[in-house]
């Protein structure tokens, strides 16, 4: 996953925050939200702050990049994991429907073919996962961070508001 790619998934969800928040309105926005039970959201100012660092790179995102051995990246190997995983499955049901046919029945086979078809239609969404929750952790992280008074960074600490 590139910095860049995640700045700008950042960049765009601190819009949308701050776009909702104008909208409805900030009391709402706290109910509507979990994470802000034991802290404020940042206030408009600081939104504008926060994605002025962000654009001008004066926050830097530490990327952890693994060293693959055979892969080139995570969703390559979750793309192999679900090859694998729906290999073995249509293996499983070629041996219910012929070295072990006995022991399975129609409707066994059927729930068989059910499971891999869906599964098959899932596996795209399931290979896009690694990069979707590190980006939500990166904003998770990054929007913790910018609540907790740093100066390097020039946010206010909000309790002497």
């Given at each position: 996953?590139?910095?860049?790619?995640?700045?700008?998934?950042?960049?765009?969800?601190?819009?949308?925050?701050?776009?909702?928040?104008?909208?409805?309105?900030?009391?709402?926005?706290?109910?509507?939200?979990?994470?802000?039970?034991?802290?404020?959201?940042?206030?408009?100012?600081?939104?504008?702050?926060?994605?002025?660092?962000?654009?001008?790179?004066?926050?830097q995102l530490d990327l952890p990049s693994p060293?693959?051995?055979?892969?080139?990246?995570?969703?390559?190997?979750?793309?192999?994991?679900?090859?694998?995983?729906?290999?073995?499955?249509?293996?499983d049901l070629r041996r219910m429907e012929i070295?072990?046919?006995?022991?399975?029945?129609?409707?066994?086979?059927?729930?068989?073919?059910?499971?891999?078809?869906?599964?098959?239609?899932?596996?795209?969404?399931?290979?896009?996962?690694?990069?979707?929750?590190?980006?939500?952790?990166?904003?998770?992280?990054?929007?913790?961070?910018?609540?907790?008074?740093?100066?390097?960074?020039?946010?206010?600490?909000?309790?002497?508001?």
């Amino acid at each position: 996953m590139e910095n860049y790619q995640v700045i700008s998934t950042i960049l765009a969800a601190l819009r949308h925050f701050q776009n909702e928040s104008n909208e409805i309105g900030i009391e709402n926005l706290i109910a509507r939200y979990p994470h802000f039970d034991d802290v404020d959201p940042l206030t408009d100012a600081e939104l504008e702050e926060l994605c002025e660092l962000l654009n001008t790179g004066a926050i830097q995102l530490d990327l952890p990049s693994p060293k693959w051995q055979l892969f080139k990246d995570l969703n390559q190997a979750c793309a192999y994991i679900a090859f694998e995983f729906i290999s073995t499955l249509k293996d499983d049901l070629r041996r219910m429907e012929i070295e072990e046919a006995e022991h399975y029945t129609d409707y066994d086979r059927e729930m068989m073919r059910l499971r891999i078809a869906d599964l098959n239609q899932v596996m795209p969404l399931i290979q896009q996962l690694p990069e979707l929750l590190k980006a939500i952790n990166d904003v998770n992280r990054l929007i913790s961070d910018a609540t907790m008074p740093d100066v390097r960074h020039g946010l206010t600490d909000r309790s002497d508001d």
